[in-house]
């Protein structure tokens, strides 16, 4: 993928959060894939991953990265996050990690707790249906 087309994706990733709430309401069945999308800016999709090599991967890691709906949705991934002992974890983006698993440029994470563990984390923030729930070990999921 080129700049250009890789920029046009962003926009209408970024775009796509603007809708009105009654933009929002449009059935589940009328949502565009961020697979369509990229057949659309492309002419092509990206390849397909071997999900069995994916899902032996650690959650996270290059080849298993964290699928989430842009910016917001790897803000939105963090939040969720906490360390083994309670706290919130401190993260901090170290860049771009080049081409994932599912075909797009990942990022990279530096995720720490005060008292703890420190790992890198790679995200793929081009999945508009997908909303990673798991944690990454050894963080767990906050929960009120």
Known sequence: MNKLQCLAFLLILNLTGCASQQDRQIS?????????????????????????????????????????????????????????????????????????????????YKVSCANGPEKEIYMDMYHVENIESRAVEPFVVYEE
């Open 28 to 108: 589940a069945q009328a949502k565009t894939s961020s697979r369509a999308m990229m057949i659309d800016l492309m002419g092509e999709a990206p390849p397909e991953p071997d999900m069995q090599l994916v899902q032996q991967q650690p959650l996270g890691s290059v080849g298993n990265p964290v699928r989430v709906n842009g910016p917001k949705g790897e803000t939105r991934y963090f939040e969720q996050l906490s360390c083994p002992a309670g706290d919130s974890v401190k993260y901090e983006r170290l860049g771009s990690a080049g081409t994932g698993p599912y075909g797009f440029i990942l990022d990279k």
